[in-house]
T-cell receptor, first 117, second 110 residues
C-alpha cells in the first residue's frame, strides 16, 4: 500500500515553455503533498508544501510564480514549471504524508526528470 | 528543525552488518527520527522510524540512546542491492516538513 505515482517520468522541453508534472496518491488520500528538487549527486531540497484546497507554502528562495502548485483533490497535486530554462533541469520528486499505525510517514513518488534545452 | 550529521560515505561487503550513525544534537522533545533509502533516479523509500530505544522491522533496526542526540541504522547482512544513499531525518510527529541532509552513500562490494 501507500503508492505515489508521478507523470511523466521524464520530459524534455524547450527553453521558454511550461511543463506540468502530476503527483498522485494511488491508494490513500493525502491531505498534504510535498515537492522536492534534486540536482545530481545532491540531496533533496524541499520546494513547497501543498495542502488540498489551499495555496501552497513555498520554501525560502523558491519562486512561487515560476513553480505553480495546484492541489485540487486529496489524491492529486500538480507542479507547473513556467517559462522553463536550462537551469531548471533537475529531478523533481513529490511525496504524500500518511499517518498509520506505524506512525507518521511520507511516501515518495518515483520522480520526474526534467531536461530543458 | 533539527540538523542532522551523517558520514558522507561508507563501504561494506556483502553479508556484513552495516551501522550508519546520525547525529542530531538539537533534537526536540516531539521529534521523531526517520530513515529513508534512495536509489539513483528514484524517490526515497521509507525504511524505519523511531522515537527512543530500539525499533526493528523486516529490513532494519534503529537504535536510539536515552539522550536521543544520535541514532544508528543497522542493516543486517547487506547485499549488493543495498547500495544506495541513506538519509536520516528528524521532525515533529505528524507534521509537514522533512528536511533532507547530505545522506550517507553506502557502497556494497561483492
Amino acid at each position: 500500500g501507500a503508492v505515489v505515482s508521478q507523470h511523466p517520468s521524464r520530459v524534455i522541453c524547450k527553453s521558454g515553455t511550461s511543463v506540468k508534472i502530476e503527483c498522485r496518491s494511488l491508494d490513500f488520500q493525502a491531505t498534504t503533498m510535498f515537492w522536492y528538487r534534486q540536482f545530481p549527486k545532491q540531496s533533496l531540497m524541499l520546494m513547497a508544501t501543498s495542502n488540498e484546497g489551499s495555496k501552497a507554502t513555498y520554501e525560502q528562495g523558491v519562486e512561487k510564480d515560476k513553480f505553480l502548485i495546484n492541489h485540487a483533490s486529496l489524491t492529486l497535486s500538480t507542479l507547473t514549471v513556467t517559462s522553463a530554462h536550462p537551469e531548471d533541469s533537475s529531478f523533481y520528486i513529490c511525496s504524500a504524508s500518511l499517518t498509520s499505525n506505524r506512525g507518521y510517514e511520507q511516501y515518495f513518488g518515483p520522480g520526474t526528470r526534467l531536461t530543458v534545452t | 528543525l533539527a540538523k542532522t550529521t551523517q558520514p558522507i560515505s561508507m563501504d561494506s561487503y556483502e553479508g556484513q552488518e552495516v551501522n550508519i550513525t546520525c547525529s542530531h544534537n538539537n533534537i526536540a522533545t516531539n521529534d521523531y527520527i526517520t530513515w529513508y533509502q534512495q536509489f539513483p533516479s528514484q524517490g526515497p523509500r521509507f525504511i524505519i522510524q523511531g522515537y527512543k530505544t530500539k525499533v526493528t522491522n523486516e529490513v532494519a533496526s534503529l537504535f536510539i540512546p536515552a539522550d536521543r542526540k544520535s541514532s544508528t541504522l543497522s542493516l543486517p547482512r547487506v547485499s549488493l542491492s543495498d547500495t544506495a544513499v541513506y538519509y536520516c531525518l528528524v521532525g515533529v510527529y505528524n507534521t509537514d516538513k522533512l528536511i533532507f541532509g547530505t545522506g550517507t552513500r553506502l557502497q556494497v562490494f561483492p
